[in-house]
């Protein structure tokens, strides 16, 4: 019957929800973590079973998690600088000139695709003055 979809998900929230992953990271840290992740989407996730509907539907809703996992790391390892809840021990400041943008995800091929695009700022009608996290100071 295979491997209950919970066990997985309790594997995926084992990577995810350490300090240094979701609260202070790094890029040691991050790397680790998808190494992790890679192994559970590779070895793991095929294993699982489900013996019905219900679990049908867990299974479906564990591999959405893994890859929402997975993008969330690689999009933190892209992302250097610290802004609001992201904050990168070993890029502490927030960076206007470079990351004052979106990052954009794409699948093709079971393989995700990041990019960036510009904040549109010109396009909104209140330009933000202050950030969220201007209201906190980071550790040094």
């Not at 802004?83 to 070993?90: L, N, P, Q």
Request: charged share 35%; proline share 6%; glycine share 2%.
């Amino acid at each position: 019957m295979g491997i209950p979809p919970k066990e997985v998900l309790r594997e995926i929230q084992e990577v995810i929800f350490p300090y240094d992953i979701s609260i202070l990271k790094n890029e040691r840290s991050l790397k680790k973590a998808l190494d992790k992740l890679e192994r559970i989407k590779e070895e793991l996730i095929p294993q699982m079973g489900a013996k019905d509907a219900h679990y049908l539907m867990k299974l479906m809703e564990v591999r959405s998690i893994a890859s929402m996992s997975e993008l969330y790391v690689r999009a933190s390892l892209m992302r250097t600088e610290s802004r609001a809840g992201h904050y990168r021990e070993d890029y502490p400041e927030r960076d206007d000139k470079n990351w004052l943008c979106w990052i954009i995800a794409s699948q093709k091929e079971g393989r995700f695709d990041l990019r960036t695009e510009p904040l549109p700022i010109a396009r909104y009608r209140f330009k933000a003055t202050r950030f969220y996290s201007d209201n906190f100071t980071f550790p040094k």
